[in-house]
Nanobody
Framework: VQLQASGGGLVQAGDSLRLSCVVSGRPARSYGIAWFRQAPGKEREFVAAIRWNGGNTAYAESTKGRFTIARDNARNTVYLQMNSLKPEDTAVYYC???????????????????WGQGTQVTVSS
């Protein structure tokens, strides 16, 4: 399974961005997909996740109400819509995949065995 993240960029506080994670090598419909992010000097942190059928989603408290994760299995793509961006959202964003991930494990980075290369998001104040 290969993951390709894209959509990052430089924006101002309050702006929006939509990240995309394209899954190849296997049908995306079997995989739970998550977004994590890592800022310079900080540990990688959970952002949002969605199970294979889209029926379960999870968000970090810091992103809840501003970010929305969604998937289009026909396009093998998972999206992260990010609204009302803040400077503290600045980080490299990674998408990750795990076949058949369970709800209780969705927020755990050690549960995901496939990772994309990351896309930089920079939010200026």
């Amino acid at each position: 399974v290969q993951l390709q993240a894209s959509g990052g960029g430089l924006v101002q506080a309050g702006d929006s961005l939509r990240l995309s994670c394209v899954v190849s090598g296997r049908p995306a419909r079997s995989y739970g997909i998550a977004w994590f992010r890592q800022a310079p000097g900080k540990e990688r942190e959970f952002v949002a996740a969605i199970r294979w059928n889209g029926g379960n989603t999870a968000y970090a408290e810091s992103t809840k109400g501003r970010f929305t994760i969604a998937r289009d299995n026909a396009r093998n793509t998972v999206y992260l819509q990010m609204n009302s961006l803040k400077p503290e959202d600045t980080a490299v964003y990674y998408c990750a995949a795990k076949r058949g991930i369970i709800v209780s494990s969705m927020r755990r980075s050690d549960q995901y065995n496939y990772w994309g290369q990351g896309t930089q998001v920079t939010v200026s104040s």
